[in-house]
């Protein structure tokens, strides 16, 4: 009993109950299937006759749907990177400011969409994106006198990826901005009042104090938006109601997904999943040393 | 202490008995498929077989799943060895996938066997592998032409004279010069159903019997010319919402927009359901062919539905397969809750089952839709099924189609390119 009791109260034992249960998730939804996956990547998996077939995966995945697939997610993850970094930067100095009214209303407005579930709103914006003269961005056009255009599978692929980043965009610019709001609320005032007794304008205050001291959060907001950008496939699918159509909105998770899951070409599947997870830690590598995350101070 | 320890030795001899008991209930079959309407009918029959058979009383467990999801959690079930259940509908084109390594489903050539003399044999063929028969389909399949009549006749176009796609052709063109808002026809630039049958009349097909994809062949090109002649010339519209199944198609084909399309028999209940307004109007005619004497329908789609080896009860799956698939009343009820060709032929021709004028089918269409189908009864070839053909659809639906109808690629440079696609990307 006593044993047990120190046991209970040991403070060398203490410690590794409390992460236990954070290294257990870890090891069984994590480092396991990661594992599983490595050595999946280079089977043939099918019931009761999987074996192994040296890197014949990562041969037969280049092929023109993978570079189809990897052209439109770099396409979509540079284009939401642009996108989504100055705007939210620009949103959230406007509401920062002192003189913006219905600063409350605004916020919530914004943060919205991130609450919307992404398969409703994939489904919206199918309809938003209709091809009829009826659908909403056509009535649009036909305000302005165009014709109207058949935004999904249509003869061109740039209006297609027009609606997945427009889809984007609406989703994580109020995410985004807040982000850089709490960062440019921790950025003290009177860096403002005496650049601003200096006779710095809105612009210089802007330039060259608050980017330089919201840097911390504009690395964290490109790290995951390239990680999301490469990684997004539920919006193309919604908003592509499950068809394949031109392959137009085919991103590698979606190919990794119609391989390895629709087709059950489960080592195939795994052989791109390590692909995307090798692309994903590569690019963002290289963008954290050049902005200089990795820098001593 | 004692109190609590004889009260669960009380429990755990009243949980023994009624398992004991549990004999005489009814033995619970797990069902998934991907179509709620097909519950309907498994239901309607569970009721039938328990009242024949009152000594092996079953209990139907069914759960519907959106499509490509059902047959990811059966593969993943099947692959895992644990979680499938005992009965399952799986789609054709997904067929080929489940054929792969140790085959997990059973082999039901027993139950099928005794009775390929009364149906189309190619519906369980299309099913098979090495003389094994794992699945049983729910219906023919015929691809016919639909008419929407009252259009054909604004335009004074006498559909019963289309005999050759050239007619067809002319007619589209007399259909439009009558209608310049409308179409005469509508192609999918994602799926597949409005061409495959033109395919097999010129004896292509999406692969060949080997297991090769055949999508670089002449007989596709000329085809795909065709289709893509008259969405050019605006005689053909690209399905809005890129399929015959997809909300705005049928908003557009309910509205009077579009006068024929070619689609399986099976889609008859996509017009009672979908497309409410042209009741009366839709007639459905053997399809018209390139040069006499040619088949002029092809077996299309399908659903096997098949016995897992995870079942409890392989033995009464099985058998409740058979009546509800093989067996006459079994095909009856086929017709009159889904609207389908039942396999087996017989039904074709009992009259006062097929133009029951209380059936919901037959009051919505303009004419009885198995007249077309006793028509056709010989000429319904079938399509090869293989490992290699969900790639092959997949480049079809992914590629091909849209790159023919909305762009001005050549025709010879997009099959050729997607006939390395497909090989490249076979499993």
Known sequence: ?297 | MKKVLALLLAMTLVIGCGAAFADAEPTEIEFWTFQDLHIAFYEAMAEEWNAQNPDRQIKLKSTPFPFEEMHENLGNALMAGTGAPDLVDIEFGKFANFMKGDIQLLPLNDIVEPELDNIVKARVDIYSKDGNYYGICFHVGAAVIYYNKELCESAGIDYTSIQTWDQYYEAAKTFKAANPEKYWMSVESSDIWHMWPQLAELGGDMTDAEGNATINTPEMAKVLEYNRKMVKEGLAVVAPGTYHHAPEFYAMMNEGSIASIVMPFWYIDRFTDYMPDLAGKIVSAPLPVWEAGEKRSVGQGGTGTAVTNQADDPELTKAFLGFCKLSKEGGIKLWQTLGFDPIRTEIWAMEDITHDPENRFVKYYASNPFDTLLQIKDEIVAVNNNEMLPTVLDTMKSVVLQKVYETDESIEDILSAAQADAEAEAF
């Open chain 1, 1 to 297: 009993m006593r044993r047990l009791k120190s046991l209970l109260y040991s403070q060398r034992l203490a410690p590794y109950v409390f992460i236990a249960p954070f290294v257990i998730v870890f090891l069984v939804f994590f480092l396991y299937p990661i594992a599983s996956t490595i050595i999946m990547s280079f089977q043939r998996v099918v019931p009761g006759q999987t074996s192994f077939i040296g890197i014949d995966n990562y041969r037969k995945m280049w092929n023109n749907s993978f570079l189809t697939a990897l052209k439109n997610s770099a396409v979509y993850m540079v284009c939401t990177c642009v996108i989504l970094i100055p705007v939210p930067m620009v949103l959230a100095v406007m509401l920062n400011s002192k003189k913006m009214p219905a600063k409350g209303f605004f916020r919530s407005m914004l943060f919205l969409p991130a609450l919307v579930c992404v398969v409703v709103a994939g489904i919206t914006f199918r309809l938003i994106f209709g091809e009829r003269p009826g659908a909403l961005m056509n009535s649009l056009l036909a305000a302005f006198g165009a014709e109207p255009v058949k935004w999904l599978g249509g003869p061109v692929r740039w209006t297609t990826m027009f609606a997945l980043v427009i889809l984007c965009c609406w989703r994580w610019m109020g995410v985004n901005t807040m982000y850089y709001l709490s960062a440019l609320q921790s950025i003290p005032e009177d860096l403002y009042e005496s650049a601003e007794l200096d006779g710095a304008g809105a612009w210089q205050r802007f330039r060259h104090i608050s980017v330089p001291l919201v840097r911390p959060t504009t690395i964290y907001v490109l790290t995951i938006s390239i990680y999301g950008g490469l990684a997004m496939f539920v919006e193309s699918r919604m908003l592509f109601a499950n068809t394949e159509v031109g392959n137009q909105a085919l991103t590698i998770v979606g190919y990794l997904y119609r391989v390895g899951i629709r087709k059950m070409n489960y080592g195939l599947g795994s052989a791109i999943g390590i692909f995307l997870l090798v692309l994903t830690l590569a690019v963002n590598l290289i963008q954290l040393i050049l902005t200089g995350f990795f820098r001593k101070e």
